[in-house]
């Protein structure tokens, strides 16, 4: 049995190689993935009432948090008047008076008119007024399409279960991370900034993974047909013909047939 030859072992060393580099690449894609759902949660957009902050169709990420913070978007967990996971955006928190709205018709808190540039073009902060004392374990939710949201100006200060505050959204491709509109930091309701969480590290590792792992695939793809066809082609070479016996004639001549 004829050892391989010098070409083939290279080959044979380059497959390996790539295979390993395939096989650590798809395991912290996964691994990311599963930080994800482990450290924070991951929700897809079904309804227009946080247009145009949110649409229909993306894709959000939520970090866990002990504390939220006014101006945060939350998905918030609700038993009435429907159950189900919805997404808010956090106006007043326990203790607060939320009214609409002011003369310029905003919502103040706390004394402090909102300038709220995320609500949906063309809306107003609100057509149903309302004068709030937000009680203990309660939360005032608004979706940003004021027309369309079913929130806290129906169903009152609402005591909900906070699943996550959303940190990234992606949407057709892109991301982009929300962050506290500037009024509720300019005005003091919410803290100027916070630390990178956890799940966006994770988020990191898994959008790496797949950035690399799409051009090796594609480069063992191309490798594997080059090498296909080189081997055809040498298979198609015919083999040098052989000389004849003694005298000089070749295996074959005009007159062997």
């Known amino acids: 049995?004829?050892?391989?030859?010098?070409?083939?072992?290279?080959?044979?060393?380059?497959?390996?190689?790539?295979?390993?580099?395939?096989?650590?690449?798809?395991?912290?894609?996964?691994?990311?993935?599963?930080?994800?759902?482990?450290?924070?949660?991951?929700?897809?957009?079904?309804?227009?009432?946080?247009?145009?902050?949110?649409?229909p169709g993306d894709v959000l990420i939520t970090a866990p948090t002990s504390?939220?913070?006014?101006?945060?978007?939350?998905?918030?967990?609700?038993?009435?008047?429907?159950?189900?996971?919805?997404?808010?955006?956090?106006?007043?928190?326990?203790?607060?008076?939320?009214?609409?709205?002011?003369?310029?018709?905003?919502?103040?808190?706390?004394?402090?008119?909102?300038?709220?540039?995320?609500?949906?073009?063309?809306?107003?902060?609100?057509?149903?007024?309302?004068?709030?004392?937000?009680?203990?374990?309660?939360?005032?939710?608004?979706?940003?399409?004021?027309?369309?949201?079913y929130d806290s100006r129906g169903l009152g200060p609402l005591a909900v279960q906070v699943l996550g505050r959303v940190v990234l959204v992606a949407r057709g491709g892109h991301w982009f991370r929300p962050y506290t509109p500037a009024t509720f930091i300019r005005d003091g309701l919410a803290p100027a900034s916070e630390g990178t969480p956890p799940v966006l590290a994770a988020v990191g590792v898994f959008a790496a993974a797949w950035l690399l792992l799409i051009p090796l695939v594609i480069i063992g793809v191309v490798c594997f047909v080059v090498g296909r066809v080189?081997?055809?082609?040498?298979?198609?070479?015919?083999?040098?013909?052989?000389d004849g016996p003694a005298g000089g004639t070749s295996a074959w001549s005009p007159s062997d047939r």
């Open 230 to 242: 080189r081997r055809r082609r040498k298979e198609r070479v015919p083999a040098p013909l052989s």
């Open 1 to 55: 049995m004829t050892e391989p030859g010098p070409g083939r072992r290279t080959r044979r060393r380059g497959w390996i190689v790539f295979w390993v580099l395939a096989g650590c690449i798809v395991l912290a894609g996964a691994g990311g993935a599963v930080a994800i759902h482990v450290v924070g949660g991951a929700y897809r957009v079904t309804s227009t009432s946080m247009e145009n902050t949110l649409r």
């Open 67 to 149: 504390q939220v913070h006014r101006g945060d978007l939350i998905v918030e967990r609700q038993t009435v008047p429907a159950p189900g996971d919805l997404i808010r955006r956090v106006i007043g928190l326990p203790g607060d008076h939320v009214v609409c709205c002011n003369a310029a018709g905003r919502i103040t808190v706390n004394g402090r008119p909102l300038d709220e540039t995320y609500v949906y073009p063309g809306e107003a902060a609100s057509s149903v007024r309302f004068n709030v004392t937000v009680p203990p374990g309660h939360l005032w939710l608004l979706g940003d399409h004021r027309l369309v949201a």
